[in-house]
Antibody
């Protein structure tokens, strides 16, 4: 069955960077987009960026341009998210999700990873 | 940017009741709308896509309707397992904006 397994929680200091991973199994990884989303405490879900593993094409939400990088290792079926220049506003649960081929919505999600930014 | 709103923000209903959650987009999005269910500690689960299509494995008591700017998610007979927060998401534009969520209490 389709499964997205995320790396564990992280605690970072302001100004630091964080790398999260998302290992996919049960489907053809190269042929489906992978999105990264987050949910800060008390906030709604927020789409951050997306990558199409087959081509490496990426899109980023404007607010994250310049400090977000989404990459993949297609040999290992892993997607990565790197977020730099962390502030306390980046404290959130981060999710990877598979984007369907039928539209820009998400049919399978990782379990989430809590990133806490604190001095 | 397309803004999504939902109503009510919290809904309390007994088991067996019919429940309706509304979602509104700030501009027309056709039927490019999905609904998700999120239980505490779990990842969101896709319920409905393209406004009215039931995702694989989702119980038939869930249904979606609407087009343009106004959408609804209906649970025909509320079950204890339906305790969750429900989110709508537009995918007409690449901002993929989500609604603020409706907290459903049984």
């Amino acid at each position: 069955q389709i499964h997205l397994e995320q790396s564990g929680s992280a605690v970072k200091k302001p100004g630091a960077s964080v790398r999260l991973s998302c290992k996919a199994s049960g489907y053809s990884f190269r042929n489906f987009g992978v999105a990264w989303l987050r949910q800060a405490p008390g906030e709604r879900l927020e789409w951050m960026g997306w990558i199409y593993p087959y081509s490496g094409l990426t899109y980023y939400a404007p607010k994250f341009q310049g400090r977000l990088s989404v990459t993949t290792d297609t040999s290992a079926n892993i997607a990565y998210m790197d977020l730099a220049s962390l502030t306390s506003d980046d404290t959130a649960i981060y999710y990877c999700a598979r984007e369907t081929t039928l539209g820009y919505y998400f049919d399978h999600w990782g379990q989430g990873a809590l990133v806490t930014v604190s001095s | 940017d397309i803004q999504m709103t939902q109503s009510p923000s919290t809904l309390s209903a007994p088991v067996g009741d019919r429940v309706v959650i509304a979602c509104r987009a700030s501009q027309p999005i056709g039927t490019s709308l999905a609904w998700y269910q999120k239980k505490p500690g779990n990842a969101p689960k896709l319920l409905i896509y393209k406004a009215s299509n039931l995702a694989t494995g989702v119980p038939s008591r869930f249904s979606g309707s609407g087009s343009g700017s106004e959408f609804t998610l209906t649970i025909s007979s509320l079950q204890p397992d339906d305790l969750a927060v429900y989110y709508c998401q537009q995918y007409k534009t690449y901002s993929h904006s989500f609604g603020p969520g409706t907290n459903l209490e049984i």
